[in-house]
């Protein structure tokens, strides 16, 4: 077996120290940082993400995996910069105000980022004016907002209005998620943007992202 194909069973396999001595002989022996990314780290998140779509993994499974995949991207991402690898996009994620749940969230960021994308996680109990001021100045692609609780659905909302009294609506893509959470109502409070789970969320921002350029 290839050292490619074995960067990319180990984090299938969620072997994070595996992960790591792989990714460092790969580099040493002179396997390029495109390949190493894209064909073992970005592949094997892929696969993740469809055995988790398809009930093949679980949450745990899913978990495991992405450690595995962060341990080996934090010794490629300081050869990035040489060798041209831009992120497919940067998103910025958050679970909504008064809503302290985010496996979800965190679910969706860590298949982002294994996804190729450069996420900035502001975590739970997001007020829209917090989403609003972190897009205005970071030059984000995306936002996408979670929500657990029916109570906390509102919140999306008045975060979407914010950002349009902000001016700042129109350039960017807004994705909701999270169990209460449906195409309906994402249709109702103006996002652009629905995902059932982890996995389907990297696929509908890709879309979305597509139809912009």
Do not use: W
């Not at 969620?14 to 022996?29: I, M």
């Not at 962060?70 to 008064?98: W, Y």
């Not at 985010?102 to 294994?114: A, H, R, S, W």
């Not at 657990?148 to 979407?160: D, V």
């Amino acid at each position: 077996m290839d050292i490619i194909s074995e960067i990319k069973d180990s984090v299938i396999d969620g072997k994070l120290d595996n992960c790591r001595t792989l990714v460092k002989a790969a580099l040493q022996n002179g396997i390029s940082v495109e390949a190493i990314l894209y064909d073992a780290l970005v592949a094997a998140m892929s696969e993740v993400g469809r055995r988790f779509k398809d009930g093949e993994f679980f949450v745990p499974e899913v978990l495991i995996a992405a450690r595995a995949m962060g341990g080996g991207m934090a010794i490629l991402e300081p050869f990035f910069a040489q060798s041209g690898i831009v992120p497919r996009g940067k998103v910025v994620l958050g679970t909504v105000k008064d809503d302290i749940h985010d496996i979800g969230k965190n679910l969706v960021g860590m298949m982002m980022k294994g996804a190729g994308y450069e996420i900035v996680d502001l975590g739970h109990d997001v007020p829209p004016a917090k989403f609003v001021e972190t897009v205005t100045v970071g030059n984000f692609d995306a936002l996408l907002m979670s929500s657990l609780l029916t109570t906390t659905m509102p919140n999306m909302a008045r975060t979407i209005e914010a950002m349009r009294k902000a001016g700042i609506r129109d350039g960017i893509v807004v994705m909701i998620g999270g169990a209460p959470v449906s195409q309906r109502f994402a249709d109702e409070i103006g996002a652009d943007g629905f995902a059932p789970d982890a996995a389907t969320a990297v696929e509908v921002l890709s879309s979305l992202l597509n139809r912009k350029k």
